[in-house]
């Protein structure tokens, strides 16, 4: 048993939130938080490896009330929209969601964002660790669009694993069969506002509830639980085994500010015929045409398991340094050790020999393809 953990050890004053759930998560015998998005995100509240095979086998519910949503609306809020992201906003229909990227004018990558198309001109942005609000309201301050932005008091929460789609019908009913990989709906569990998505952070089948009341986190945390025990439901933190399995980079350390799209296999989020200007169009063109200089790549390192980093790994190749590991990890169902490189484009190569320089010292890893696991995403979109 986890000694409770006393968080005037991590805080002092009121500066970091605490999510709507936050209680509950305290209760159900979280070990430890990390700071993202200015809020205590959830670690986790068992052993990794056995919340991983809970995600594998049943269903989990973890607090990523840290996705902190930024609302677009107003009459130009379509064509603001379309401004800070290379994806083509008018392929996502009112009712449906995109994975997006924020990109710089340099074609740098500013956040990866879940987003929601609520109506024609009212999008949500459910956001990565970065302030989005601040750079958004500052490309609107010179664009001349008339557009509302602000940050919404709402509150995911991702309920994940093969069992989540009976326990959500069993809360939502005959509407969540039907509902399509990211898709959603709004509506009340009893008198609780919620929307209710088909998307995650995990590589599985799941879900998402956007609590749209935060005074009742407590009431649809419980709603949750009691709904799942008969599918042995457990609360968790990330699973950054299953994320790596699934090729899902994480904002801030496998992407960031100085990468962009075509160097993180995220090209297909860029689409440079669109009719709409965006930021750092012309950028990317150049990147396209020139062609990246490194690359994400998949690696697979040799020896005992590994724990999950948590600094970022020199790569290299023969006597010269020529990259870092972001993040690497042990996968329980492969056996193996497994993780992303950043590398110039010569050593990403599939078959690529490369050492890695770990905390317990000098490795061998092989470039291989990622994703790991399921690279057509079947699971989630079952």
């Not at 929460?157 to 969540?176: A, T, Y």
């Not at 709603?223 to 968790?236: E, F, L, Q, S």
Request: glycine share 10%; charged share 25%.
């Amino acid at each position: 048993m986890h000694k409770p953990l006393d968080m005037q050890l991590i805080q002092r004053g009121a500066r970091l939130r605490r999510s709507p759930y936050f209680e509950a998560t305290r209760r159900y015998g979280c070990w430890g938080y990390t700071v993202y998005n200015h809020m205590f995100l959830p670690i986790g509240y068992d052993d990794l490896e056995r919340e991983y095979e809970k995600l594998l086998n049943d269903v989990t519910v973890w607090d990523v009330s840290v996705e902190r949503n930024l609302e677009i609306a107003g009459p130009d809020a379509f064509r603001f929209m379309s401004l800070l992201t290379p994806r083509d906003v008018s392929k996502c229909p009112v009712g449906y969601g995109k994975y997006v990227l924020l990109t710089a004018e340099d074609g740098g990558i500013v956040n990866d964002p879940v987003l929601l198309r609520l109506e024609e001109n009212r999008f949500w942005l459910a956001a990565a660790d970065s302030d989005i609000l601040l750079w958004a309201k500052g490309v609107a301050y010179g664009s001349g669009m008339n557009v509302s932005l602000r940050e919404l008091d709402v509150a995911p929460m991702q309920i994940q694993g093969p069992k989540s789609r009976p326990l959500v019908h069993d809360l939502f009913g005959e509407r969540v069969p039907s509902l399509g990989y990211y898709q959603f709906f709004e509506t009340k569990l009893g008198d609780i506002p919620v929307i209710v998505t088909r998307t995650g952070w995990t590589g599985e089948l799941g879900y998402e509830l956007y609590l749209l009341d935060p005074a009742r986190g407590d009431d649809l945390w419980e709603r949750v639980m009691d709904a799942g025990r008969k599918y042995a439901i457990a609360p968790t933190g990330p699973s950054d085994i299953r994320r790596i399995e699934a090729g899902i980079l994480n904002y801030g350390v496998d992407m960031t500010l100085a990468t962009n799209p075509y160097e993180v296999g995220l090209e297909r989020l860029v689409d440079l015929g669109k009719p709409q200007p965006f930021i750092g169009k012309d950028a990317l063109k150049r990147v396209k045409t020139e062609g990246a200089r490194r690359k994400l790549c998949g690696v697979e390192i040799e020896g005992a398991r590994l724990e999950f980093n948590m600094t970022r790994w020199p790569v290299r190749a023969g006597d010269a340094a020529v990259g870092e590991i972001t993040s690497a990890i042990y996968s329980p169902r492969l056996k193996k050790n497994i993780g992303y490189a950043m590398v110039p484009v010569a050593h990403a190569a599939l078959g690529t020999r490369l050492e890695i320089e770990t905390p317990d010292g000098k490795r061998g890893a092989v470039v291989v393809t990622m994703p790991f696991v399921d690279p057509t995403k079947s699971t989630a979109k079952s």
